[in-house]
């Protein structure tokens, strides 16, 4: 009787008590926490994009880069079925912090493809704009370790004039043939 008494009162106490806990982060987290939940279904919530070939990694990217992306996204500078809706659903005033929230975190951890052993040509170009170790800075984006499928589309996208939010990058990116972006998206995938 006692014992029974007891188990109910811990159930009920338990119950309430892991109520409370799992209530907890969305009652005290910081609002724009609570905003980047609903992006971690694609982007991931560690960090990996659920379907990285598609994609692309945002936790440690470039703030200002992932700020412009969003107002391009917002403005049809940028044009992506889901990105551009989210977009608007933003309100504007959170990019900047919902930016400076994903540059913060760390670029996830992932395991490399054998590295390539030489440049692929017209590499060394990319280098003023995207950095040394292709880990950007402003205004260009982190390229390395983005998924080779996601690079070779954007590349391919930047020369057909699809994406057109860069005066730059259509340019560079005429200039090489399919089979150089190619070995660049496979280069830089795998740093
Ligand atoms: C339903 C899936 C989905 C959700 C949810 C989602 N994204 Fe995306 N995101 C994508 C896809 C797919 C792309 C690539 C689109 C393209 O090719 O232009 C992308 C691209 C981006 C980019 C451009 C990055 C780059 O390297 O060019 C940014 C910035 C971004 N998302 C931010 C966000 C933020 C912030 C949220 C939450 C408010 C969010 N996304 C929610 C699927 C999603
Ligand atoms: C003059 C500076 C400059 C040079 C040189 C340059 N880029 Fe870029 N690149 C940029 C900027 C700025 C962006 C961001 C454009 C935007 O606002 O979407 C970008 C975007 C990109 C993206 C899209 C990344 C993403 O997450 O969607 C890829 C891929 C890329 N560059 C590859 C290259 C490669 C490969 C080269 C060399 C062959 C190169 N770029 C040379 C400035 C440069």
Redesign the pocket.
């Known amino acids: 009787m006692f014992t029974r008494l007891f188990l109910t009162f811990f159930t009920i106490f338990g119950a309430v008590a892991a109520g409370s806990l799992v209530g907890l982060p969305a009652y005290a987290a910081d609002e724009i926490e609570t905003k980047a939940q609903t992006c971690a279904a694609c982007h991931g919530d560690a960090g990996m994009p659920t379907d990285p070939k598609t994609t ?1 990694i945002i936790w440690g ?1 470039q703030q200002s ?1 992932l700020v ?2 969003l107002h ?1 996204y917002r403005s049809g500078d ?1 044009d992506h079925p889901i990105m551009s809706q989210l977009a608007k659903d933003l309100p504007r005033a959170d990019d900047r912090k919902i930016s400076a929230y994903f540059a913060a975190k760390p670029w996830p951890a992932q395991p490399k493809p054998a590295a390539a052993a030489a440049l692929p040509k ?2 060394a ?6 950095q040394q170790n292709f880990e950007g800075g402003p ?5 390395a370790g ?1 998924s080779y499928e ?2 070779v589309e ?2 391919r996208s ?1 020369a057909k004039e699809e ?1 057109t ?2 005066g ?2 259509p340019k ?2 005429q ?2 043939t399919d089979s150089e ?1 190619d070995a ?2 496979r280069y ?1 995938a795998a740093l």
């Open positions: 692309p990217q880069y412009k992306q391009d940028r017209g590499i170009q990319c280098q003023p704009c995207h205004p260009a984006p982190r390229l983005l996601y690079l954007a590349m930047f994406r939010n860069n730059d990058m560079f990116m200039m090489l972006r660049i998206a830089l």
